[in-house]
């Protein structure tokens, strides 16, 4: 069994780049994957997604994506240069037109443009992007087994404590399984006294017995306890089970709160009471645990 909660982190890097990948991941319903990368790794989006389906089949799963150059070699520099002889021929034209000769360098005006982009611009050599996606694949992958480890162990812990508490479930309904027998019986005594108490002894004892049998009818928990026994060990085999089993346990727990509401409408005996409020408590224990079990 496995919690939806974990991280990863992984680092790649070759002699173009350097790729830094984080993999966090929540509880959720379905699985969910959020990428925060660079534009640069656009392309690339529907791999890591599939990469992170593979491993992490359910939650919030939040993938961080981080590229730098590690050299200018992808880098080329351009020089607009029929921008630039417009603009001194322009510049020299219109200073002699308004204020005659004038000392205006070229070399003064080539300083001040190489610091703007509509004249010089610096790009990227995007022909040749498979390394990038080679790096990107390794990163998340290693990113992602680092999760499900982190998910593994934190499922272990989950598992142990759910077991604990399923014992207390246990404990509770083996010691209501031996009171139900004897209150039954104390049950059918006082019955029978107060009703010959209140009759004399003219009691028709196929009467007596029908009416008692309807009344431990409508109390009888027999059923609700079979199958509370029945998903407990339906619980035990989840618990093992090392598929996504979050959905089928979150299932499981509303079926065994459903018997044991019915069990605690159906008695009025204070003792029976006390063991249905301790079995809903528990029980409210694991569905808050299972809601982050993959």
Do not use: C
Request: charged residues 35%; glycine residues 6%; aromatic residues 6%.
């Amino acid at each position: 069994m496995k919690s939806m909660t974990g991280f990863g982190k992984s680092r790649e890097e070759n002699d173009r780049y350097t790729v830094e990948v984080e993999v966090k991941s929540v509880n959720h319903r379905f699985l969910d994957v959020q990428i925060r990368s660079p534009k640069q790794v656009n392309p690339y989006e529907g791999t890591i997604r599939q990469l992170i389906k593979e491993r992490l089949p359910r939650g919030r799963v939040e993938v961080f994506v981080t590229v730098k150059e590690t050299g200018d070699d992808t880098k080329a520099v351009t020089v607009h240069w029929g921008l630039v002889d417009q603009l001194v021929k322009e510049l020299k034209a219109e200073a002699a037109a308004r204020y005659g000769e004038t000392d205006l360098e070229v070399a003064a005006i080539l300083q001040q443009l190489v610091t703007l982009p509509d004249f010089v611009e610096i790009k990227e050599d995007k022909s040749d992007d498979t390394g990038l996606e080679e790096l990107l694949v390794t990163a998340v992958s290693q990113a992602a087994a680092q999760n499900a480890s982190s998910r593994e162990q934190e499922g272990a812990g989950l598992a142990t404590v759910m077991q604990e508490n399923r014992q207390t479930i246990a404990d509770a309904l083996s010691r209501l399984q031996e009171f139900v027998s004897i209150y039954e019986e104390e049950y059918r005594t006082r019955f029978e006294k107060k009703l010959q108490d209140y009759l004399g002894e003219t009691v028709d004892q196929d009467r007596l017995l029908t009416e008692l049998a309807l009344l431990l009818e409508r109390g009888d928990i027999h059923e609700e306890l079979d199958r509370l026994t029945i998903h407990l060990r339906k619980f035990d085999d989840l618990l093992a089970a090392t598929e996504p089993v979050g959905r089928e346990l979150d299932f499981l727990i509303q079926e065994m709160n459903r018997e044991i509401n019915t069990i605690g409408s159906k008695s009025g005996a204070i003792e029976i009471k006390e063991l249905v409020v301790q079995m809903k408590t528990t029980v409210e224990k694991i569905r808050e645990q299972v809601q982050n079990v993959e």
